[in-house]
C-alpha cells in the first residue's frame, strides 16, 4: 500500500459524459501527479500540482482539467468523454515536487463506451 | 527533456542476475536517473534514483559511468516476482519544473 488513494477504482460512462477521479496523497506529501496509462501509449504524464498550484504540465487535452485543494487532494476532470480516453488514470504524490520519490496509487480504471 | 532508450524486453531466469541498460545521450547536468517498477495493473513503484558513481539500496544497484551518457539498473538474484515493467527517467530534481517522463520501458520476464 502505497498510501496514496484513488477512487474510484473502476469507471464506466458513455461518450459524451463528464466524470472527475479523486485522489488523496500521501499524508504530509504536498505534491500530486496525475498520469494517463492506455494500452498504445504507455504512461502520460498530463499535470502536476505543489501545494495548491499548478507546477508543471504535460500533455493535458484541453478536455481534462484538475486541481489541488486546500486540504491537498486533487481532482481530474475529464469532460467530453471520447473512445479513446479509456485508460487507466493514475495519481502519485511526493513530498516536495521535485522529481524525488513518487508514490503512485491503485489507479481508476476508466472505461469509456 | 532527455529521451532515454532502454531494451524493448529481457529475458531472464530465477536466481540471476539482471541489468538493464538504458541510453540518456543528452542528459543535463541537473538531471537525475531514476527508475520505477510497474506490475501489471498497479501503479508504478519507485525503485532507486542517482545521480553519478554507484547508488545501491536494498532491491538494487544502480550504475552510472564518469560520462552519465547511460545507466545500468541492476537486479541481483531475480525471482519470479520481479517479472515487471522497469522505466529509466531522466529529469531535474532540484527545480521540480518538470515532472518525470516515463518511456516505453523494458518488459523483464523471469523465468523458474
Known amino acids: 500500500d502505497s498510501g496514496v488513494t484513488q477512487t474510484p477504482k473502476h469507471l464506466i460512462t458513455a461518450t459524451g459524459q463528464r466524470v472527475t477521479l479523486r485522489c488523496s496523497p500521501r499524508s504530509g506529501d504536498l505534491s500530486v501527479y496525475w498520469y494517463q496509462q492506455s494500452l498504445d501509449q504507455g504512461l502520460q504524464f498530463l499535470i502536476q500540482?505543489?501545494?495548491?498550484?499548478?507546477?508543471a504540465k504535460g500533455n493535458i487535452l484541453e478536455r481534462f482539467s484538475a486541481q489541488q485543494f486546500p486540504d491537498l487532494h486533487s481532482e481530474l476532470n475529464l469532460s467530453s468523454l471520447e473512445l479513446g480516453d479509456s485508460a487507466l488514470y493514475f495519481c502519485a504524490s511526493s513530498v516536495d515536487g521535485q522529481n524525488t520519490e513518487a508514490f503512485f496509487g491503485q489507479g481508476t480504471r476508466l472505461t469509456v463506451v | 527533456l532527455a529521451k532515454t532508450t532502454q531494451p524493448i524486453s529481457m529475458d531472464s531466469y530465477e536466481g540471476q542476475e539482471v541489468n538493464i541498460t538504458c541510453s540518456h545521450n543528452?542528459?543535463?547536468?541537473?538531471?537525475?536517473i531514476t527508475w520505477y517498477q510497474q506490475f501489471p495493473s498497479q501503479g508504478p513503484r519507485f525503485i532507486i534514483q542517482g545521480y553519478k558513481t554507484k547508488v545501491t539500496n536494498e532491491v538494487a544497484s544502480l550504475f552510472i559511468p564518469a560520462d552519465r551518457k547511460s545507466s545500468t539498473l541492476s537486479l541481483p538474484r531475480v525471482s519470479l516476482s520481479d517479472t515487471a515493467v522497469y522505466y529509466c527517467?531522466?529529469?531535474?530534481?532540484?527545480?521540480?519544473?518538470?515532472?518525470?517522463?516515463f518511456g516505453s520501458g523494458t518488459r523483464l520476464q523471469v523465468q523458474p
Open positions: 500540482y505543489y501545494n495548491g498550484e499548478e507546477r
Open positions: 527517467l531522466v529529469g531535474e530534481v532540484d527545480t521540480g519544473r518538470r515532472a518525470l517522463t
Open positions: 543528452n542528459i543535463a547536468t541537473n538531471d537525475y
